[in-house]
């Protein structure tokens, strides 16, 4: 891992503690899993205390064929900065976990803009309402689809 990204993971245990939830970290690559409640709270602290600047993409996963209990999807900000000239190349994850059955959730538009079209694009492959989005229309389907979001995994898989 950068020496650089330490003080910062440092910084997000120290002051956010139980809402850190995970911490796994490859190289220049880090992803944190958040509580869903201090999302926001530790999105802004990183744009506005630790200079993470943009949003490099916004993912969905389906993870409802991991467990049979819970179905969940999980979305993941790959956060990048300008500011910190160490980390030019580094990448901090951020994910937590959604209910798939109402899959419903605050947009970060508002903190970091960049992620306005990738909060799109995984509201239409995975459903994903992001409450506060500017304008969360069809982005790469065609307006006349209506089939389930094509990267759920609501289907059973053939064979085996």
Known sequence: MSEALQPLLDDLANRFGEAIKSKIVDRKIVKIEV?????????????????????KAVTGVDLSRTSKKEKMI???????????????????????????????????TSIWPSCEYHEREVFEMFGVRFEGHPNLSKLLLPEYWSDIPPLLKEYEPAGR
């Open 35 to 55: 509580g869903r409640e201090k999302l926001k709270e530790v999105a802004r602290y990183l744009r506005e205390k630790q200079g993470w600047d943009h949003v």
């Open 74 to 108: 999980e979305i993941i900000y790959h956060l990048g900065t300008y500011a910190n000239e160490a980390l030019w190349n580094a990448d901090l994850a951020i994910s937590y976990k959604l209910d798939a059955a109402s899959p419903v959730t605050e947009s970060l």
